[in-house]
């Protein structure tokens, strides 16, 4: 096949697609949840739910697609770029960390703080309070790891 071809192109249109997508949906994410704690009761809790649900379905599809395109990418290559290479290799390995973090730690404190909010407790609770920190951070660390991960696919150093 090789990197000139249109069957990669079309490929690579469509792993770049996944990325904005995706990773763009997460990243937006953090400022409606910083809408979300701003507004009390019901609007809050309106902006919360309606945030988890747009940014958790479409956008998470996405970034799982994100590798098994980039992955087609490679195999379409005609050896252009391999998987031994430092950069493919380290985007792959933060990807992983980043998929751990984000799955693992990020969405289970938003969908808690969900429904936390949406009963008795409230928005003001020490513990939600401890969760949006949580959330917060992690969502920092998820978003440096994919900025990270774009470095290396443009710039591609060591090849």
Do not use: C
């Not at 469509?14 to 990243?27: R, S, T, Y």
């Not at 969908?111 to 020490?126: D, N």
């Amino acid at each position: 096949m090789g990197v000139d071809t249109d069957l990669y192109n079309l490929v690579l249109v469509l792993h770049i697609l996944a990325v904005i997508i995706g990773f763009g949906g997460m990243f937006i994410a953090g400022f409606y949840g910083n809408e979300a704690r701003d507004r009390p009761g019901r609007e809050g809790l309106a902006v919360a739910e309606t945030t988890l649900k747009v940014t958790g379905t479409i956008p998470t599809v996405a970034v799982i697609a994100v590798p098994i395109l980039g992955i087609l990418l490679i195999l379409l290559s005609d050896d252009t770029w391999k998987f031994s290479e430092a950069w493919i290799s380290l985007s792959f390995l933060l990807y992983i960390v980043l998929m751990g973090l984000a799955t693992g730690v990020q969405v289970p404190a938003i969908r808690k703080m969900v429904a936390m909010r949406s009963g008795a407790e409230g928005a003001q609770s020490l513990e939600m309070q401890a969760l949006g920190k949580k959330a917060a951070t992690v969502s920092a660390i998820v978003n440096v790891l994919w900025v990270v991960i774009l470095f290396l696919m443009v710039f591609k150093p060591g090849h």
